[in-house]
C-alpha cells in the first residue's frame, strides 16, 4: 500500500519516510506491514508520535 501511495502522491512519499503509524477499521498498527488489507478497509495514516 505504501509503494502504491508513494507512486500516486509522491509528495506522500517524505511522510511515509519519516514514519507513520497506521489505523486499518479502528486498529492502530506500528509495524506489522505485511497485514493483509479486508476489501472496503477503512485506512488511515497518522504520524508517529514519540513520546514517555
Known amino acids: 500500500m505504501f509503494r502504491k501511495l508513494a507512486e500516486q502522491h509522491p509528495a506522500f ?3 511515509l519516510d519519516r514514519g507513520i ?3 486499518i477499521d ?3 498498527y506500528r509495524d506489522t506491514w ?3 488489507l479486508p476489501p472496503g478497509a477503512e485506512v488511515f495514516l ?3 508520535l ?3
Open 21 to 23: 503509524a497506521v489505523a
Open 46 to 48: 497518522l504520524p508517529r
Open 34 to 36: 505485511s497485514k493483509e
Open 13 to 15: 512519499e517524505p511522510l
Open 26 to 28: 479502528g486498529t492502530i
Open 50 to 52: 514519540a513520546g514517555g
